[in-house]
Each structure stands twice: as C-alpha cells, then as structure tokens.
C-alpha cells in the first residue's frame, strides 16, 4: 500500500492507496502502510542528535534491573510464582527498543519506545505492588510446625525444645533476608518508574522537535531563498 504524506502550514494529509485484492481489513492496510512507510521506518540524523546517548544509557539500565529482577526473585519466591521472571522480562525488553531506537532512531521506532515505556510505568507500579503485598504476607508457616509447639498441651523433650528453639531462630533468620530481598526488588521497581518515565519524556521530545524541524524546513522560505541564490550565483560551465 503506498502511502503519500503531504505537509503544508501546520496541516498533515496522508494518502493511501487501498489494495482491493488483499484479504485485510482497511484499517489492518493502513497500519501497515503507515509502518512500512520509508517516512516513518528510515533513520532520521535530527532524531540522532537530538537523543544522543541517552536512550542507550536508560536501555542499560532498563537491562540491569531486569536482570536483578529475575535473579532476585528467584530466592524468595523459589519458583512458587512467576511475577518477577514477566517483570524482568519486560524491562529488558524495555530496555532492548530503547538501544535500538538511538541506534536506529526511526520515527517508528522511537514511536515504538515511547509507547512501551508508557506501558511500562503500568508495569513499574503493578511490581511496588505485588512485591510490597509479598514482604506483607510472607509468612513460612510450614517451618518448625511452631503451633504445635506453642500448644500449652504438646509436651516435647529437652532435646526437641532446642531443637524447635533454634528452627525457630533460622526461620525468623530466612524470613529477615526475603524480606530484605523484596524491600530490594521494591526499591529497584521505583527506579524502572524513573527510567521509564525519563525514556518515554526524552523520546516525545525527540518526536516534537522532529516534528518542529520539518515544519521549519518546509515552511520556511529563507530556504529557498539561499538555495535559489546559491543556484544564481553558482558559475556556469
């Protein structure tokens, strides 16, 4: 489907032309106009410089505390749930567009990482939650069977009185390092909020001043005023 982008003062017209062949439904053609569109998949150098290296440091970022968010979780869940792995997962993946966008700053493409790190402030927020609920709730209620042994009728042997006194003590032990093992996961889930509320800023500014540049660009005629003279002035052969 080819697609036409026409600019003149302030107002943007898109042409598509529909194939009426295609089993696709209109707006499933346009969507794919639109992003295989050389306008919005080429790299454009203005995106390139306005973003510099910010986005591949915020993607590193975004990489570490996934990687931290797997490998933690995995202690105090030990498999018995799977949010961290999906959290994790999510903001490498976060973490990947974003490197990519500076290393091939499309307009796609950065549209594409803003757009995730928007989804990915919902996804910050659902991680402070799940893990706070977890360092509230937890609780190892099937160590040291310590009902039982706080029963006023359960009667136990000097040998099995020490022995329940020190699972005791390496129960409350187990219980302070998850614990301070999720308050980690808490505090590395406020920083991705940072980061993907930094990555989606520096990318819609990225797109506006874009956007702001080739309005100039076309709008402005002081450029073809130095281009015409350029021509003017230029000696013949």
């Known amino acids: 489907m080819p697609v036409t982008i026409a600019k003149s003062q302030g107002v943007t017209v ?9 089993s696709c439904p209109p707006l499933c053609q346009i969507l794919k106009g639109l992003c295989c569109s050389p306008v919005c998949c080429s790299v454009s150098q203005h995106l390139r410089r306005v973003q510099k290296t910010s986005q591949s440091l915020l993607g590193a970022l975004h990489i570490v505390i996934g990687m931290l968010n797997i490998g933690l979780g995995a ?16 903001f490498i993946l976060f973490g990947i567009v974003s490197i990519l966008s ?19 402030v919902g996804f910050a927020i659902a991680a402070i939650i799940i893990y706070s609920l977890n360092i509230e709730f ?6 040291c069977d310590d009902d039982d042994y706080l029963s006023p009728y359960n009667t136990r042997s000097p040998q099995e009185d020490v022995w329940m006194e020190k699972c005791l003590e390496g129960k409350a032990i187990i219980l302070m390092l998850k614990r301070g093992i999720i308050a ?46 350029k021509v003017t002035t230029s000696p013949t052969v």
């Not at 105090?76 to 994790?88: A, K, M, Q, T, Y």
């Not at 991705?192 to 874009?210: D, T």
């Open 138 to 143: 937890m609780n190892l209620w099937w160590m």
């Open 75 to 90: 202690i105090p869940f030990n498999g018995s749930e799977l949010s961290p792995f999906w959290l994790g997962g999510m």
């Open 102 to 120: 500076e290393k091939y700053p499309s307009p796609c493409l950065v549209f594409l990482n803003v757009f995730l790190n928007l989804a990915g």
């Open 14 to 22: 898109l042409t598509l032309t529909s194939d009426p062949q295609s």
């Open 184 to 229: 980690i996961l808490i505090i590395l889930s406020i920083l991705e909020l940072c980061v993907v509320i930094s990555s989606a800023v520096l990318g819609i500014k990225a797109l506006r001043s874009s956007e702001k540049e080739e309005n100039k660009s076309t709008d402005d005629p002081e450029q073809y005023k130095k281009l015409l003279e």
